[in-house]
């Protein structure tokens, strides 16, 4: 069986399972909270204040890292519903298990000269560079040995996940074996890429 069959199979059973807890839900808590169609409905706290239909695919789709503009204008989104739904956070946690790439686990602390730990596996390595004209902005530096050709081409997603909440970040394709972001110390998701209690799903 080849690669893309097993993760077919994977988004298959994952597809399944997201279904059955969601007609469950259905069925214990009354009407308004999911539909056998694999959706859940709830309030959104973004810009519009509207409420928010999540269903399988917009879990896949940020899961996969899909970059399409219309996608990555709703990401934060999908990112604040997922952190607030307990069903919805095991589906895409479950999902970057089964598809991810390479991943790292709990990290040490840093020490009391390195306010910045480094990530480092047997497929990918992070790193973390203050701006020396901006100290608040750091470069995000990933590098990768063995990159495979989706990393080479196209935008990928890391997903950052450890016991309260997740998120998601897309990096630049792979160029001469790595690729970097640039982001403000006190931004969030900096925040939690850095937490040694948090987990990275690169895929």
Do not use: W
């Not at 399988?56 to 934060?76: C, E, M, T, W, Y």
């Not at 990159?147 to 081409?153: I, K, S, Y």
């Not at 792979?174 to 987990?199: A, C």
């Amino acid at each position: 069986m080849t690669n893309n069959n097993v993760q077919e199979n994977h988004q298959q059973l994952a597809q399944q399972l997201f279904c059955a807890n969601s007609a469950y839900c259905s069925l214990t808590k009354g009407s308004g909270h999911g539909d056998v169609h694999g959706s859940l409905r709830g309030p959104l706290q973004g810009k519009n204040g509207d409420n928010f239909i999540v269903v399988f695919n917009d879990i896949f789709q940020l899961v996969k890292g899909n970059s399409q503009p219309h996608f990555v204008a709703r990401r934060q989104h999908l990112i604040k519903k997922i952190n607030t739904d307990l069903n919805l956070r095991k589906t895409y946690t479950q999902l970057i298990e089964q598809l991810k790439f390479a991943q790292s686990g709990l990290q040490v602390a840093a020490s009391s000269n390195e306010s910045l730990p480094e990530r480092l596996t047997e497929y990918f390595s992070l790193k973390f560079k203050r701006d020396r004209s901006h100290p608040s902005q750091v470069y995000v530096i990933l590098s990768m040995n063995h990159p495979a050709e989706q990393h080479l081409t196209n935008t990928f997603a890391v997903h950052i996940t450890n016991d309260d909440q997740v998120d998601c970040l897309y990096f630049p394709s792979i160029s001469d074996g790595r690729s970097q972001l640039l982001m403000e110390d006190k931004d969030s998701s900096f925040k939690l890429l850095t937490d040694p209690n948090s987990r990275l799903y690169l895929m």
